[in-house]
């Protein structure tokens, strides 16, 4: 088994993803890690639809909008109908009180009404804040105004308990299209006593009996009461009340799993306005390629952000660590707490999650080779772990592998370009290249070196990049060498 990593970094987000998914739809994060680790599932392909629940979320939510538009046109189309179509034949069926009564007054009086108005402004709310623009300027607005998804289910319960759709309870003693069914008649009239006049012969049309519906057994039905309506019992909290009892029992065992604080062992200021968190935490397990989810109450009550585990604990080292950009307001707050913090109070992080995740049955596989592709757009960003990669580079050298791990650093802007820094990163200086990566001559010289092999691929990067890797990956080669495509995740 071979592994090429690809790290991607970017300078407005390498290590924080602000592509935080739609709450209109729920996410329960818990219950699809735990089907993604469970060994129930053993398909991979499997694994990997699980992987894609956030663009299933967004585009259930885009499916919603989209419908919604819809609903609402129709529904204006009624109120108009309502109006001018008011009848004194069934009153029970009239939404509008008389003839040609304002439509807005429907609109803004009624509880259908007023609630499906508070539900579109709403949604128009969620939708637009869940943009990228303001996700990036602002993520405070979208995040609180995407947590309006459970005023947004109250108003759908409610709005559905207006009774503006009826039906008819009474269909046996006033069947539809009865005969006079306002006068006092006997319950069953023979047809022959109602045809005995014979038809005139001039008569140009034959003769149209009646419809099939009216008569049954050679008999006329004929109405005994005024027909009765009653509204649909509502069924909408049928459809709702299971997601949201699955949520809301997974947000409380998120809040009891996350009650022991961390302890933060050290932070490390690095180049490019990046900081690295050290910390320790009481039988905490995780592995390599997982990612944590850090909730501080003193930066923000309802905000979360998932970060990569960039060190994990070991048998002998219970520190773990991640690396996160400061590129939004949760992130500046975040940091200025850990700076001004740091001395007098260690514990400042009281909520932690992590997610447990299968190994995949990579038990059968035995990793040969390393391949560590990076692409930074700024110098500085390769000094994150400049010391890590070249301390493991002395490491395989003293251990006389050489060359189980191929490091390639990429610089795609050039502006200023100049060394990582002084001569202790000499090993990383030499593997320094200008440019991007061109992708298919490195996949084909990976392919020529690794015949017949089977090649992981893990993408961490920009979804432009990831198209590009997956449909490399995919597509097939002349040295028999399969790839395999992961793309980092966080749903």
Known sequence: MLGLGLCISRASASVLNLNCSLVL?????????????SQKVASKKTRRLLDKSKTFHVTCGV???AFSVLHVAAHLVNVLNFSVNYTEEFL?????????????????????????VLMVLVLFLMCTASTYAIRLSNYDIFWYTHNLFFVFYVLLLVHVSGGVLKYQINLEEHPPGCFHPNTTLQEDIPVAGILEEPFPEYTPEPFQ????????????????????????FPETWLWISGPLCLYCAERLYRYIRSY???????????????????MRKENFKAKPGQYIILHCPRVSALESHPFTLTMCPTDTKATFGVHLKIVGDWTERFRDLLLLHSNQDTEILPNFQQRNYPNDDWQCYKLRR???????????????FADLLCMLHNKLWQENRPDYINIQLYLSQTDG?????????QV??????????????????????NRQKTVGVFCCGPNEISKVLHKLSNSSNSYGTRFEYNKESFS
Not at 216 to 226: D, W
């Open 428 to 449: 990383l200086n030499s593997r320094l290249l200008i440019g991007r990566p061109r992708w298919k001559l490195l996949f084909d010289e990976i392919a020529k070196c």
């Open 92 to 116: 029970a069926l009239n939404a509008a009180n008389y003839h040609g009564e304002d439509p807005r007054k429907l609109l803004f009086t009624t509880v259908p009404g007023l609630t499906g």
């Open 209 to 232: 009996a009646e419809p099939e519906p009216f008569v049954q057994n050679n008999v006329v039905r004929i109405c005994t009461e005024e027909p009765k309506f009653q509204s649909h």
């Open 25 to 37: 739809l729920p996410m329960c994060r818990i219950l699809l890690a735990f089907l993604r680790g």
């Open 417 to 425: 370009i100049q060394k990582i820094i002084d001569e202790k990163y």
């Open 63 to 65: 499916t919603i909008c």
């Open 370 to 384: 390393l391949y560590f592709i990076w692409v930074c757009r700024e110098i500085q960003s390769f000094r994150w």
């Open 260 to 278: 022991k604080p961390v302890t933060i062992t050290s932070v490390i200021s690095h180049p490019s306005n990046v900081l690295e968190l050290r």
